[in-house]
């Protein structure tokens, strides 16, 4: 067979290269993959723990049997279904606002020219330059005087308002479309927002996944500012409940139940990158325009 | 401030009359366009940054109304050993972990980028360290690095290297972090991902058919089509390094010995634990300040190096 | 928690409560379960309801995890069940680092919570002139000034103004002695009790060391809270010193002064001369930050009291006893936990009317629910209070009395901890500097910022 007779000139095939690049490429992120996840395997591992377990040295990698039970304490601790609904409603309506808001916006500084457009720009990213701590008191004296202190309005109503890092972010992808494209559909008779909605929206698709997944796993993962602005127990988000299982300064955590928190906490967020990840291909509507 | 990327001149002639009636039509749905983030300036965002200004000249507590006091906060600030070493941290630490960062975040990307199966698990491993909230991050941390047990210094032994008690070492504290932070460099791995999504794949076969070697084809190709992305990265990078807070403050509280004393753990310190809001918002301003400054030189260096599709030269 | 986070801010939970008998355990154990309220317990000043319109109290207190958390819940509801149509108190838990923005908050914008729990950044409330004076409460309400009840005399600290009471304590921690049983039967050693002094700790603690080469095994004591400056200054006390002039509004630190070095050197040296504890290096490779009396590698650990239920599920028997004596003296440190109200709450007889119930009814509840310690002797020496605890927790609430508050009050408390006793602290028992070099490094820096005020 011709494949078996010539090994070594396998390799300088096209193929063969190919191949041991993606070897190569394997390995390394092997490699890298078990660094990574030696943390998420201490932290599954410590969740499955009895409380006695925790303090072990040198510590079990491997409880057994397994506290299956931890999760279900974890779980029912707090009305977590409740906290799952909460969690939804904010970072559903967040994310909606900020693809709607943001990619709008960016889509004006990127291609449309007005006066003054880049000043406005300027001082849209230097509100990312402030440290939020000291912008938190202002701002919440402004929520409280419209009332909003206490409802899920400041932490769903800004997202409707853009924001600096993903406007940034979007407009850097638009200035990389050509224009032959917005030219083409303008002779065509397209408007602007014909153009903005039928071709850069299609075309950032993997921008458009970026932002979704930052802006749901930064909501979704945001405790202090429900904790902040909610006072009602009946209100709190997920990332909320888990800040719960921290215990005080003195009284230490449950570590077995906070890990198991943990790890439920983070599949929602895991399961919208896989999903996500459709969206990661390049540009569908690109390689439409070459024929 | 100046145009970072001035839009390219329309070079057709025609009547000035049109021309400005048409810059005037488009300047209207820029500005429809824009709406949404002017209007987030003008409600929720200019406010309290204004009012932060204003509150870094007095004396406020936040418990009972401000209290004018000029330029007293900045005068303390100056003479504040302290503020001086939360700066050289800030420093420090911005300067190695953010070219690290985006080295080994475009490294990831590239690697991640690769066709093949199994990709989407890679993926998701590597992004994996920014999912997870802040409460556990701080645990899985200590852990890490603790001078017995922790993983680090277990793979350090098997080469043979002692490894320091990391977070309780004045010098090792700060590298910790910044080895800590290389943990989370999925979100700007994701960013160059998205980018590399964006080249053209016929590029890389013409530079095949030239001839072109695969580090020629990185150098020529894929920086420069990513240059766009790198610009985004570095920028945010800096802003975000040198507002870092959460790692310093639950994995070190700053210490030992004021080691990984961060300007925002400093200020945070000042604002909510010492009740000094109005010396803290001196110390926001001035950080403030600096970052403003290095964003607008990475922006006025920005023509050498970064390349938008959209001005190729000769296009219009 | 860890240490890190343990030394990384030196509060505790002394707040909150649980609790137990009141003064006259039968009457009130019977109104507990009342719904009516008993003739003595009532409020006095309490308005009567109007058009049945419970009073409604927004009360504010630090998140302990789910089962503290969860008693606090009870507790709320055990009030408005006990006042009902009378009071409506909504009780919110916070964790600790939102706790406090949330209340600076809640002042800034002008709409106080109506009660919340006392730590030492509230000083920081009264000094802004925020907190109504209790004391013409507390008037009304003689039982709670009953010092045969009530370790009165220790309320002194919460006399912000010298006469006055800001705040109404419902429960008490103090320092002790934890030991690990399993080590000293080993050995074949007499346990730690409340005749032992410092040297008979370190005697043990030589004894307990064990080596394997260079290697320490199993260390005869960790010096715990020892090595922060609320721990040291107990030794320092018992030598007849104290790091600073007063409680109140201290105008000097002198841990210069040779009686204090003496203390400090005498717990350094357990570390670097003795070598029966471990460093602080030594102590977070050890301990896994799980805590290292948890890991069983050592005897004699340093502690507050509100360690307890930490320790719950350690695989090993323990016990605890009074912090040891220096010669025939032994002072111990104890922190207040209590009730503070703002001056700007609409509701201040109705958040008193729960302070009180907390000090008084619930007292009782506090001492079975095992998180709080009562500071109602009825309930605190109730039997109750023991089932299921260490042999030794009553001798060691037997050093209350004797205590000092471990803490001090001024505007910013908050930065000569974070800023100069911590990490001097910290330098100190990293082997970093001398006991010498150290207190003049904190008496010229602490001194300077209190000059500030």
Not at chain 2, 235 to 243: D, K, N, P, R, S
Not at chain 2, 270 to 282: P, T
Request: hydrophobic share 45%; aromatic share 14%.
């Amino acid at each position: 067979m011709r494949v078996h007779t010539a090994p070594h000139v396998f390799w300088r095939t096209r193929r063969g290269q190919a191949r041991l690049a993606s070897l190569a490429v394997v390995i390394i992120l092997l490699a890298g993959s078990v660094l990574v996840l030696i943390p998420f395997f201490w932290m599954i591992s410590t969740s499955l723990k009895q409380a006695s377990q925790v303090y072990l040295a040198p510590p079990i990698w491997f409880p057994n049997p397994p506290q299956w039970g931890n999760y279900v304490q974890a779980v029912t601790r707090v009305p977590f279904h409740l906290y799952a609904w909460n969690t939804t409603i904010i970072v559903g309506l967040v994310t909606i606002g900020t693809l709607l808001s943001c990619s709008l916006s960016a889509y004006g500084f990127a291609r449309l020219s007005a006066p003054g457009k880049n000043t406005i720009f300027m001082l849209l990213l230097s509100t990312l330059m402030l440290p939020g701590a000291v912008t938190l008191v202002p701002t919440y004296l402004l929520f409280n005087a419209l009332g909003w202190v206490g409802s899920f309005l400041p932490l769903i109503v800004p997202a409707y308002f853009g924001s600096a890092f993903f406007i940034f972010l979007m407009r850097q992808f638009y200035l990389t479309i050509p224009r032959e494209l917005e030219e083409a559909a303008t002779i065509d008779g397209a408007s602007v927002y014909q153009i903005w909605w039928s071709i850069m929206m299609p075309l950032s698709y993997p921008v458009l996944a970026t932002v979704v997944v930052f802006t749901f796993v930064g909501t979704y993962n945001d405790f202090f500012t429900p904790l902040i602005y909610l006072t009602d127990e009946s209100k709190r988000t997920i990332a909320v409940a888990l800040s719960y299982f921290q215990g005080s300064p003195r009284i230490g955590p449950q570590m077995h139940l906070l890990m198991a928190a943990v790890t439920i906490s983070i599949v929602p967020p895991l399961i919208l990158f896989v999903l996500a990840q459709r969206y990661f291909v390049r540009g569908i509507v690109m390689t439409g325009i070459k024929g | 401030m100046d145009t970072p990327h001035p839009q390219p001149q329309i070079a057709v002639r025609q009547s000035a009359r049109r021309a400005s009636r048409r810059r005037h039509i488009e300047a209207i749905h820029a500005y429809i366009f824009m709406a949404p983030a002017i209007l987030g300036l003008l409600f929720f965002t200019l406010g309290p940054m204004v009012a932060s200004f204003l509150l870094s000249f007095t004396d406020y507590n936040i418990l009972t109304d401000p209290r004018w006091n000029g330029l007293a906060n900045y005068d303390r600030l100056f003479n504040d050993e302290l503020f001086w070493q939360s700066l050289r941290v800030s420093a420090t630490y911005s300067i190695v972990s953010v070219p690290l960062g985006l080295v080994v975040a475009l490294g990831l990307a590239l690697l991640l980028n690769h066709k093949m199966r199994g990709i989407l698990f890679f993926r998701s491993v590597y992004y994996l360290p920014t999912v997870i909230s802040g409460v556990g991050v701080a645990m899985l941390w200590r852990w890490l690095f603790n001078g017995d047990y922790g993983i680090i210094n277990i793979l350090l032994r098997g080469v043979g290297v002692r490894g320091p008690n990391w977070l309780f070492d004045e010098t090792w504290a700060l590298v910790a972090l910044i080895i800590a932070s290389l943990w989370g460099v999925g979100g700007t791995m994701l960013i160059f991902l998205a980018g590399l999504q964006g080249i053209p794949q016929e590029l890389y076969e013409a530079a095949e058919i030239d001839g072109a070697g695969r580090w020629r084809q990185f150098t020529s190709i894929t920086l420069p089509m990513i240059s766009h992305v790198t610009f985004f990265n570095l920028v945010l990078g800096v802003i975000g390094a040198l507002q870092v807070f959460t790692e310093a403050y639950v994995i070190t509280g700053g210490g030992p010995n004021n080691a990984t004393l961060f300007l925002s753990v400093y200020l945070y310190r000042h604002a909510f634990q010492y009740l000094n809001f109005g010396y803290a918002a001196a110390v926001a301003w001035v950080l403030f300040l600096i970052v403003l400054a290095l964003t607008l030189l990475v922006f006025k260096s920005s023509p050498l190096w970064v390349y938008y599709e959209s001005e190729r030269p000769g296009r219009n | 928690m860890t240490h890190r986070i343990r030394l990384s801010r030196r509060q505790f939970l002394r707040s909150a409560a649980l609790g137990g008998a009141a003064f006259a355990s039968g009457m009130l154990a019977a109104c507990g379960a009342s719904p009516t309220t008993p003739t003595g317990q009532a409020p006095t000043t309490a308005p009567a309801p109007v058009s049945g319109e419970p009073t409604k109290i927004r009360a504010l207190m630090w998140s302990n995890g789910p089962v503290i958390d969860e008693n606090f819940k009870v507790r709320a509801q055990m009030f408005n069940d006990t006042f009902k149509g009378q009071y409506d108190l909504d009780l919110q838990l916070l964790p600790y680092d939102q706790y406090w923005p949330r209340i600076d908050l809640a002042y800034g914008s002008k709409n106080p919570y109506d009660l919340y729990f006392f730590d030492v950044q509230a000083y920081g409330h009264y000094r802004a002139g925020l907190l109504a004076n209790l004391q013409p409460y507390v008037d009304l309400a003689p039982e709670l000034m009953n010092a045969e009840e009530y370790p009165v005399k220790l309320y002194d600290a919460w006399r912000f103004d010298g006469s006055n009471l800001f705040g109404l304590p419902e429960n008490i921690q103090v320092l002790a002695l934890y030991y690990n049983r399993d080590l000293f039967d080993a050995e074949g050693l007499a346990y730690p009790d409340e005749t032992w002094t410092w040297d008979d700790v370190l005697d043990a603690a030589t004894k307990l060391t064990k080596r394997s080469g260079d290697e320490t095994t199993q260390w005869g004591m960790d010096v715990g809270v020892m090595d922060i400056w609320w721990g040291a200054q107990t030794l320092a006390w018992a030598m007849g010193g104290g790091f600073f002039d007063r409680i109140v509004e201290p105008t000097k630190f002198q841990v210069s002064d040779a009686v204090n070095v003496q203390a400090l050197t005498f717990l350094r040296d357990l570390i670097f001369e003795h070598k029966v504890a471990p460093t602080k290096t030594q102590r977070s490779a050890t301990a896994q930050d799980i805590g290292i009396f948890q890991t069983g590698k050592v005897a004699m650990f340093f502690d507050g009291s509100w360690s307890i239920s930490g320790f719950q599920d350690v695989p090993f028997k323990w016990d605890m006893a009074p912090l040891p004596k220096w010669k025939d003296t032994r002072v111990s440190a104890y922190w207040l936990g209590g009730h503070i109200i703002p001056k700007d709450s609409k509701v201040i007889d109705a958040s008193f009317a729960f302070a009180r119930w907390s000090a008084t009814t619930y007292q009782k509840t506090m001492a079975s629910n095992h998180d709080w310690i009562p500071i109602a002797r009825s309930a605190r020496e109730s039997e109750e209070m023991y089932v299921g605890q260490p042999a030794g927790l009553r001798s060691v609430l037997g050093t209350i009395e004797g205590a000092r508050l471990g803490d001090f009050y001024s505007r910013n408390n908050q930065q000569i901890f974070g800023e100069v006793l911590l990490p001097t602290f910290d330098q100190l028992f990293l082997g970093n500097m001398t006991p010498e070099e150290a207190a003049k490094k904190i008496d010229e820096e602490a001194n300077a910022l209190l000059a500030k005020g």
